[in-house]
């Protein structure tokens, strides 16, 4: 009797960690270049709780079921759809690239494009002021900036009556998607011994830099809440699973007396 309320908690759990991961994708859907996270759930098996047990023939026995367990696998290689903003400082990219940022403390940050800005050192950053690891540095007076496909920064300055280069945005490819880990504001993490491929934009793979542009998340409302409705029903059996096994406990304890 105890081990249907510990399944039937398990399950609460699992699907209230589904409900989350849901909600996080919805709460997310206007956040640019968000990627969606996908709920994937495992078995729990439990362990064996008979000591008297050899242990060689604990090898040649099954592991019983304990429930489930729900993990959120973020969708990183599924791209978003690009939006025109005709903003010059909005930067996309199409295809499965990343640009180089540097963090505050110095570590490697990745970035699937956003709006940039001019910090106040002259470099250009993300509009939370992180700096592009490609260190590249706009005069006071440049105007008329712009953000080729190839990564090419340019700028007018001054009297100049030609656009000058700035400098060059380059990307980088994952090889393991799952070495990457998704932070607050599009941003990735990557895991030690993570290997990034460095390419121009349009090598590799990497794909091809759009100016004016920004990549949307690749949440669809839809399925989510298709997904939202099927936990919501799955919650509510394991609640009833809790129900009946107090029932079930309360007319056993009634029988002693």
Partial sequence: MNGAFYVGAIGLQSQQRALDIIAGNIANINTPAFKRSEVRFSEVLASHADADVPRADLAEMPLDSAGVLAEATPMIDEAGPLEVTGHPLDVAIEGAGFIELMGPEGQTLLWRGGTLKVGDDGMLATATGIPLKAAITVPDDATAITIGNDGVVRAQSGAATTAIELGQISLVKASDMTALRQLDGGLYRVD?????????????????????SIERSNVEMNSEMVQLMLVQRAYGANAQVLQAADQLMGIANGLRR
């Fill in 192 to 212: 030690d011994g993570a290997h990034l491929t460095d390419a121009k934009p349009g090598e590799d793979g990497t794909g091809m830099l759009v100016q004016g």
